[in-house]
């Protein structure tokens, strides 16, 4: 029989039935987690990947606090704030030129459902039909719908599988395997016309840190825009410096057209994402006609305590301000 649990609560990626109790943390302080029987534990996946500057950093801990005594909450359509409207100027200064609208959201996958819906609104409103995602083998993109759709099958989404959309695979560029899925990327794109062709680059994280060289990401970019499908960069896990340069389009000099970052945005302190894209694609939303809208909100858009952190200014302050913990 099953035992009756302590907690109600219903853990993410982890059977209960294997794992029952989950280890509680009481504290975080700089690489450090400190569990509620006391013990210290080395942060070292820094909290899935998000904590960039090391839990409870006095700098973002005193902007949340100030910010959520100002406006902790404001309906975005129609609205703006100083928070985020800083975010977006700060993160134009930092991203790959060619990159000029920001649009908010709140997770690594809902940036993904994001970049695939301006994809599909793009063709739309300039008049083309064209919907199919081309995704590269052992992807991750998150696990919401249209963000599994994306990424490989497995045994994750299996139980899903009849609610994700068909998508066509290219094979991961392996080494000495590159050119296999250079050749695979152009075919596809010519022969099928994809809308958008979406790619963690130079490193997929999930899929269990799979890398391949700069110069596929180049050449897979040209490919792209010599049949005008649209490069979709996933920098959810590859963004703030984890592959060496701030983004890791830069070392493949490639601007993506639309371009996805979360996690270490806030530092890792506050849910907060943004999906980047070309002036185009906005363009082709722009309009007097209401049904040529961008139709994608939730509540939270561009919360002004997660914009708050403002973990960007900080890349342009340098790295004293850091060290001053
Ligand atoms: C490349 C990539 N995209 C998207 C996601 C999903 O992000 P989130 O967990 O914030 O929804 C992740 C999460 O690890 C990721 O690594």
Redesign the pocket.
């Known amino acids: 029989m099953k035992p009756k649990r302590k907690s109600p609560v219903w853990h993410p990626f982890t059977q209960h039935g294997l794992q029952d109790e989950m280890t509680k943390i009481a504290r975080g302080d700089g690489a450090y987690l400190y569990a509620a029987d006391g013990s210290r534990i080395i942060d070292a996946i820094s909290s899935?990947?998000v904590v960039t500057h090391g839990h409870c950093h006095p700098r973002i801990v005193s902007a949340i606090q100030e910010q959520a005594g100002r406006l902790n909450q404001i309906i975005f359509a129609g609205y703006t704030h100083d928070p985020a409207e800083e975010v977006a100027a700060q993160l134009l200064k930092f991203t790959p030129d060619g990159l000029d609208h920001v649009f908010f959201s709140d997770?690594?996958?809902?940036s993904?459902e994001v970049a695939l819906k301006m994809a599909g609104g793009y063709w739309h409103n300039i008049g083309k039909h064209r919907s199919r995602i081309v995704v590269m083998e052992h992807s991750?993109?998150?696990?919401t719908i249209g963000?599994m759709s994306v990424g490989a099958r497995s045994v994750f989404n299996a139980a899903y599988g009849p609610l994700l959309f068909e998508v066509t695979t290219i094979p991961f560029p392996a080494k000495g395997h590159e050119q296999a899925a250079l050749d695979a990327l152009d075919s596809i794109c010519r022969k099928e016309r994809p809308a958008a062709f979406i790619v963690?680059p130079l490193i997929l994280?999930?899929g269990g840190m799979l890398m391949y060289p700069a110069w596929v990401l180049r050449e897979m970019k040209q490919i792209c825009e010599a049949s005008d499908v649209l490069l979709i960069a996933?920098e959810?896990?590859t963004g703030w410096g984890r592959t060496g340069t701030l983004f890791a389009c830069e070392q493949a000099n490639v601007t993506p057209d639309i371009a996805?970052y979360?996690?270490g945005l806030t530092g890792g302190a506050l849910p907060l994402?943004v999906t980047l894209c070309r002036a185009d694609i906005f363009d082709a939303h722009y309009s007097q006609d209401r049904t040529r809208t961008f139709f994608h909100s939730s509540s939270y858009t561009a919360n002004p305590v997660a914009c708050a952190p403002q973990a960007l200014t900080w890349i342009s302050g340098g790295t004293k301000t850091l060290a001053t913990k």
Do not use: L
Request: with cysteine; net charge negative.
């Open positions: 899935w990947w997770s690594g996958s809902t993904v991750y993109h998150g696990d963000a963690e994280g999930a996933d959810v896990m996805c979360s996690k994402a």
